[in-house]
């Protein structure tokens, strides 16, 4: 199995901040990687595919990058909304595989 | 608007079954793979299994965890993907999601979830 490995797992930041996670692949998946977000209690949603593909009606302060085994999640200017748990997936090979998580808490 | 909406969760007994539903809309379901990914309480996220489209003849994978003792299965006429769980462990407690496989062949819908409690 493909393993993901997000850090940090837990990002302390404040409101207009740029903020960057990484995510690590066990071996390589090309560009096969999402990065979804989730809010608690709530289902998680679809930000980015393909490492950098931007979803339909995500804010473009959202970015991604990367391929091979090392992608980064990017957010321009946190907004308050912003505060929520991401995962990477890989689409690679099964069985599907996720990240951790990391954890972004306001400081 | 693509929905995704899961019924049929609720509380059954270790080595018990239940039948999760995922009625889908807003989108020609016929045309897309869809999946199962669930989340123990606490928890990240762990995939479970997928259901190809007929183009693909209907073929389905499984996760090491529940092959054997889940199946995916869909009805196109009813716009619907079920996952069919038995011999339930305490370890199968979760919500579980119905997602959609774009034609990115990544997850890019995901439903509300469904709570599986397996507990005596």
């Known amino acids: 199995d493909i393993q993901l490995t997000q850090s940090p797992s837990i990002l302390s930041a404040s409101v207009g901040d740029r903020v960057t996670i990484t995510c690590r692949a066990s071996?390589?998946?090309?560009?096969?990687l999402a990065w979804h977000q989730q809010k608690p209690g709530k289902a998680p949603n679809l930000l980015i595919s393909?490492?950098?593909t931007l979803h339909s009606g995500v804010p473009s302060r959202f970015s991604g990058s990367g391929s091979g085994t090392e992608f980064t999640l990017t957010i321009s200017s946190l907004q308050p909304e912003d505060f929520a748990t991401y995962y990477c997936?890989?689409?690679?090979?099964?069985?599907?595989?996720f990240g951790q998580g990391t954890r972004l808490e306001s400081k | 608007e693509v929905q995704l909406v899961e019924s049929g969760g609720g509380l059954v007994q270790p080595g018990g079954s239940l039948r999760l539903s995922c009625a889908a809309s807003g989108f020609t379901f016929s045309d897309y793979y869809m999946d199962w990914v669930r989340q123990a309480p606490g928890k990240g996220l762990e995939w479970v299994g997928r259901?190809?489209?007929?183009?693909?003849?209907?073929?389905?994978e499984y996760a090491a965890s529940v092959k054997g003792r889940f199946s995916v299965s869909r009805d196109d006429s009813e716009n619907s993907v079920y996952l069919q769980m038995s011999s339930l462990k305490s370890e199968d407690t979760a919500v579980y999601f119905c997602?959609?496989?774009?034609?990115?062949?990544?997850?890019?819908?995901w439903g509300l979830g469904a709570l599986v409690i397996v507990s005596s």
């Open positions: 997602v959609r496989i774009g034609l990115g062949i990544t997850i890019d819908y």
């Open positions: 259901c190809r489209n007929k183009a693909n003849s209907y073929t389905t």
């Open positions: 997936q890989q689409c690679k090979s099964y069985p599907l595989t």
């Open positions: 393909a490492a950098s």
């Open positions: 071996q390589a998946i090309n560009s096969c």
